[in-house]
C-alpha cells in the first residue's frame, strides 16, 4: 500500500477507537439514540453539519456541477441549506417539545400504533438509501487513493463503516462529527486555496458563461424545475436522521438556533466543491467517472502529506453521515417494531436488539451500494422515497387537530402509491410534485370530512 492508504487507513482507525471508546458510556436505549438530550449549540450545530455534509455534497454535487454547471447544485448545497432552515424555523421546537425518542413516535403519539408502524416501512429505507451512498462514496475516495477496485474498496469500507456504527452511538456520532466537521472545513479549504492560486497565476482557465445556469439543459417546464428543488427540501427536512439530533437537544431553542448556525455553516462550506466543479473541465477535462472528480482534483494538486489530510475530511464527511443513517434506520425499526413487542424492558437487551438492526441495515446498505449506478442517484431516490406522505401528515398533526388514525394511513399509502406510480410505471418528469399534491390533497379531503379529533377519539 501507498503512504496516501496508510495515511487515511491511520485516520479512519482514530475515528474507530475514539467511537469505541465513547460507545462505552452507553447504558440504556435512550443512551444510544438520543445521548442523554444534552446537546448544547457548539455540539448540536456541528454534528448538524457533518450529518448533512455527506458524499453527495462532497463527491456527488462536484460531480454534478462537473458536468451541467451550477445545476447540478440545486439539490445539495442549496436544496439542503434550505431544509435545514425549514427545521430550524417550523420544525424544530414543535419536535422537541413533544419529549419523543425517534419520529415514528409523533406518529403513534398522534395517531395510532398502525400508522407508526407504516411509516417506519416507509422511513427505514430512506435511510438505508443514505448509508448506501455514503458507502460508495467511501469507496471513491480509497480507490481513487490505491491501486484497489471499486467493489473491493466499497466491500472494505462497508466492512469498516458497519463496525464504527454498531458499536458506538449517538454521543460517539456527535464527537466525533465535531472533529470530522473541523477536519473536512480544513481540508476544503486548503484545496480551494491550491485552486485559486493556480488560477491566479493563469494556469486554469475561467469557467465558460454557460455554466453559470440553474437550469439543465434538458429541463423544458417549471414543474420540472421545481421538482429539482422540492425533493431535497421537503423529502429531507422530516428524516429520521435529522429529527434525532433535534430531540437530543438540551433545549428548544437550542434545537431551533443549532438548525439555523448548521445551515448557514453548511451552505458557506458546501459552495467549496461547487466552485471546484465550476472548474473542473478546465482541470481535469473529458473526466469520465465525474464522481472521481474532486479525490482526483486533490491528487492532482496536492503534495502527498497534503493529500493525505484532504482525503481525510472525504473520509470525514461520509463517515459522518454514514453512521448517522444506520444508527436511524437501526433505531426505527427496534425502536417502533421489534422492542414494543418484546416482553422484557431490560436495557440491555434493548440495546443488543437496535445494534443488531444497525447491523443488519449495514449489511444490506452494502449490498445497495454494490450495485447502485451513482451517489447521486442514490440520494435523489433516498429523498424521493415514501417522504411526500410522512410530510404532510406531520404537518397536518403537529399543527392541526385534523385528521385520524384512517386519514394518515390513506395519506401515507397515497404518498407513496402514487410516487412509485409516476416515477416507475409513467416515468414523468415530476413524480415528487405528483405525489405530493395526491398526499395532501388526501388528508385534506378525508380529515376535513372527519373534522377535528380529539386525544380520546385517537385509535390506540
Not at 436505549?29 to 453539519?49: H, I, K, V
Not at 398522534?110 to 416507509?122: M, N
Not at 449490498?367 to 451513482?374: G, K
Amino acid at each position: 500500500m501507498n503512504a496516501v492508504l496508510w495515511g487515511v487507513l491511520a485516520y479512519i482507525l482514530v475515528q474507530l477507537i475514539i467511537g469505541l471508546v465513547v460507545s462505552r458510556r452507553i447504558q440504556t436505549e435512550s443512551d444510544y439514540l438520543l445521548a442523554g438530550r444534552q446537546f448544547g449549540y457548539g455540539m448540536l450545530t456541528m454534528t448538524l453539519f457533518a450529518t448533512w455534509f455527506g458524499a453527495e455534497t462532497c463527491i456527488g454535487a462536484s460531480g454534478e456541477v462537473y458536468s451541467e454547471g451550477l445545476a447540478g447544485a440545486r439539490m445539495d448545497p442549496l436544496g439542503y441549506s434550505f431544509c435545514l432552515i425549514f427545521m430550524g424555523i417550523f420544525f424544530a421546537v414543535p419536535l422537541w417539545n413533544r419529549k419523543c425518542t425517534t419520529l415514528a413516535d409523533v406518529f403513534r403519539n398522534r395517531f395510532s400504533p398502525g400508522v407508526e408502524k407504516l411509516a417506519v416501512i416507509l422511513m427505514a429505507p430512506t435511510s438505508m438509501m443514505w448509508a448506501a451512498a455514503q458507502i460508495r462514496a467511501f469507496g471513491s475516495v480509497i480507490s481513487a487513493s490505491s491501486e484497489l477496485s471499486l467493489e473491493i474498496t466499497i466491500t472494505l469500507s462497508a466492512l469498516m463503516v458497519i463496525i464504527y456504527t454498531t458499536s458506538g452511538g449517538l454521543l460517539a456520532d456527535a464527537i466525533t462529527d465535531f472533529i470530522q466537521g473541523i477536519v473536512l472545513i480544513l481540508g476544503l479549504l486548503l484545496l480551494l486555496g491550491f485552486v485559486l492560486f493556480k488560477y491566479a497565476a493563469g494556469d486554469i482557465p475561467a469557467p465558460s458563461p454557460d455554466r453559470f445556469t440553474f437550469l439543465y439543459a434538458e429541463e423544458s417546464s417549471a414543474l420540472v424545475q421545481l421538482e429539482g428543488w422540492t425533493i431535497p427540501i421537503i423529502g429531507s427536512v422530516l428524516s429520521q436522521e435529522l429529527v434525532a439530533r433535534i430531540l437530543a437537544a438540551r433545549t428548544p431553542v437550542h434545537a431551533r438556533r443549532a438548525s439555523l448556525m448548521s445551515a448557514g455553516l453548511y451552505l458557506m462550506v458546501g459552495a467549496i466543491p461547487v466552485l471546484l466543479g465550476l472548474f473542473g473541465p478546465g482541470i481535469l477535462p473529458g473526466l469520465e467517472e465525474t464522481e472521481q472528480f474532486l479525490p482526483s482534483l486533490a491528487k492532482q494538486m496536492l503534495p502527498t502529506f497534503l493529500y493525505v489530510i484532504f482525503a481525510g475530511a472525504l473520509i470525514s464527511a461520509i463517515l459522518s453521515t454514514v453512521d448517522s443513517a444506520l444508527l436511524a434506520a437501526g433505531a426505527l425499526v427496534s425502536h417502533n417494531l421489534i422492542i414494543p413487542s418484546m416482553k422484557s424492558g431490560d436495557e440491555k437487551a434493548k440495546l443488543r436488539v437496535t445494534r443488531i438492526c444497525v447491523f443488519v441495515f449495514g449489511l444490506m446498505a452494502y449490498y445497495l451500494a454494490l450495485h447502485a449506478e451513482s451517489v447521486h442517484d442514490l440520494v435523489e431516490e433516498a429523498s424521493a422515497f415514501g417522504s411526500t406522505g410522512i410530510f404532510v401528515v406531520i404537518v397536518f398533526g403537529l399543527f392541526t387537530r385534523y385528521g385520524s388514525w384512517m386519514t394518515a394511513l390513506c395519506t401515507l399509502a397515497a404518498g407513496i402509491g402514487v410516487y412509485v406510480l409516476f416515477a416507475y410505471h409513467y416515468e414523468s418528469e415530476f413524480p415528487y410534485l405528483i405525489s405530493l399534491f395526491a398526499a395532501t390533497i388526501t388528508y385534506l379531503s378525508i380529515g376535513l370530512l372527519e373534522g377535528p379529533v380529539l386525544e380520546e377519539e385517537r385509535a390506540t
